[in-house]
Each structure stands twice: as structure tokens, then as C-alpha cells.
């Protein structure tokens, strides 16, 4: 939602209400919470020239 700029988003359930649904997403808020040299598993960049193709296309796609 944060990506596409939405205006507004209207939602009944927060993410409590969610957990317990069964879609628990605390395990993510605390991941990024963490330092980079904490996390577990760890996230690695990886080296690729073309890692900003998916946004350049997605900016030449832009009206």
C-alpha cells in the first residue's frame, strides 16, 4: 500500500485481529526491528548489475 501511494485504505481487522485468524505477522515486525547482524535468518545482498530493472520498468510504465 505504501508502495503504490495509495491515498486512503480502509480496513475492519488490525493485525491483532489477524493473529488470531491465524495470520500472525508479529515474527515480522520483529525481524525488522532487529539490527541487520541479529536477524535470523539472515538477509544477504546479493551483487547484480540489473537489480534495478524491475523499478526502471516500473517507472517507464508510469502515466
Wanted: without cysteine; aromatic residues 16%; charged residues 25%.
Amino acid at each position: 500500500m505504501l508502495w503504490a501511494r495509495l491515498d486512503a485504505v480502509w480496513f475492519a481487522a488490525d493485525r491483532h485481529d489477524a493473529a488470531s485468524g491465524g495470520f500472525d505477522d508479529a515474527e515480522f515486525y520483529q525481524y525488522f526491528a532487529e539490527s541487520e547482524h541479529e536477524r535470523s535468518p539472515p538477509g544477504r545482498p546479493v551483487a547484480l548489475d540489473e537489480r534495478t530493472a524491475p523499478f526502471e520498468a516500473w517507472a517507464g510504465n508510469a502515466a
